[in-house]
């Protein structure tokens, strides 16, 4: 479902694939009672082969709901470890960035952990500006040694979290990157999915790459 609500958070997301088929990829969904996970990749290249990725990332995902270690709830960097394992077992030359974060309901505070993904997860709260959530790490299935620290971050009621794909900043007008990030800070304030995309002012009809949105938040 897109928005879908888990308990109080409300996630909701878009897409628009340069090709036919994406290389981007979104998914969110409950682990447990307790916790729930989403997580935005970037598969690198693009058309049938990064789709094809896209399609493991989503049997991840059911297999992560089925035989997730319970230290996997509060170190989210894990399983990014777990799906880089898997990557490089598969033997298929690609690779992905992501952010991949499990959300505590008890608590209502998100671990994010980030697999050389750009631009960074944006945090928006209320009476203050957005900001970047800066992380490193490596992308999933080139490296054999990875290793993920997870940020944590408390969500008040109506604080959301923004992430993007760097296919938006390729799709934006000439300027420095600088620049586009100031633009992707100043979407991310607005409060609706329409108003994000239209903020952003990038051209759908001829993307040179996928571009993706994906907002967490905690609803008033």
């Known amino acids: 479902p897109n928005p879908m609500a888990i308990e109080q958070y409300r996630l909701a997301h878009r897409i628009l694939p340069?090709?036919?088929?994406?290389?981007?990829?979104?998914?969110?969904?409950?682990?447990t009672d307790r916790y729930f996970a989403f997580y935005v990749a970037d598969v690198s290249g693009h058309g049938a082969s990064s789709a094809f990725v896209t399609v493991l990332l989503k049997n991840f995902s059911r297999r992560l709901r089925r035989e997730y270690r319970p230290s996997m709830l509060g170190e989210p960097g894990e399983?990014?470890?777990?799906?880089?394992g898997e990557l490089l077992e598969q033997k298929i030359d690609k690779h992905a960035a992501m952010i991949l974060a499990v959300g505590d309901l008890q608590t209502n505070e998100l671990r994010l952990a980030n697999a050389g993904h750009f631009p960074p997860a944006i945090i928006v709260?209320?009476?203050?500006?957005?900001?970047?959530?800066?992380?490193?790490?490596k992308p999933v299935g080139l490296f054999e040694?990875?290793?993920?620290e997870a940020l944590g971050v408390s969500m008040d009621r109506g604080d959301?979290?923004?992430?993007?794909?760097?296919g938006i900043l390729d799709s934006m007008a000439t300027g420095s990157l600088e620049e586009k990030e100031a633009w992707?800070?100043?979407?991310?304030?607005?409060?609706e999915m329409s108003?994000?995309?239209?903020s952003l002012g990038v051209a759908?009809?001829?993307a040179p790459d996928d571009m993706t949105c994906l907002v967490v938040e905690r609803e008033n």
Do not use: C, H
Request: charged share 20%; hydrophobic share 45%; no cysteine.
């Open 18 to 31: 340069s090709l036919i088929l994406s290389g981007d990829f979104v998914d969110y969904f409950r682990i």
């Open 79 to 84: 399983i990014l470890q777990w799906i880089n």
């Open 125 to 137: 709260r209320s009476g203050a500006k957005p900001e970047f959530l800066e992380q490193r790490g």
């Open 145 to 148: 040694q990875v290793s993920y």
């Open 160 to 166: 959301r979290l923004v992430m993007f794909t760097d």
């Open 184 to 191: 992707l800070l100043e979407a991310a304030a607005q409060t």
């Open 195 to 198: 108003g994000i995309w239209t």
């Open 204 to 206: 759908e009809e001829a």
